[in-house]
């Protein structure tokens, strides 16, 4: 079993791999805040474990759409419940996933202790925080976002931005010479 991320796993039966895109939830991209931590989680919970799954049909990249459970215990939701996934309302109106996601926000959560949460479905549209979290405000005036080469900044309303830059401090990239 291979974890791609918080809501992707690829699974090994009868050796045959199959890549299975855990149904009703979103979890944050690699590249966003609490992204790292949802694909930990997900693949303590399922990594070395034998699990079902139960799927229907496939996505536009050909991913099974699955259910997988541990056992009695349904991970989709569980991933929701411990807030290292947001219910995914656009493609799923199930009311258990709905009341976890409720649960974790209200509990703060995982990812719902951050104050500037940005679900992926903004994040891949290219919406970031205007601050982190780890960077003290009153040091910042203004956020920008480095390219993956570390080459070049774009600032969050430029046209330019992809969904991997890296959120810097305006002054710290400056002061490395990067140029937007």
Known sequence: MKVADGDTVTLLVEKKSYRVRLQGIDAPEAQQPFGQAAKKALSEKVFGHRVTVRWDEKDRYGRLLGQIYLGEVWVNQLMVQ????WHYTYYSKDSRLARSQQLAREA??????????????????????????????SRIAQIVYV????????????????TKGKPEALASVRNRGLTP
Request: aromatic share 10%; net charge positive; charged share 35%.
């Open 108 to 137: 703060s959560r995982g990812l719902w202790a951050r104050e500037q949460a940005i679900a992926p479905w903004d994040w891949r549209r290219g919406k970031r925080p205007l601050l982190e979290d780890s960077l003290e405000a």
């Open 82 to 85: 411990d807030g290292y996934a």
């Open 147 to 162: 390219t993956p080469k570390g080459e070049k900044f774009h600032r969050q309303d430029c046209h330019h931005l992809g």
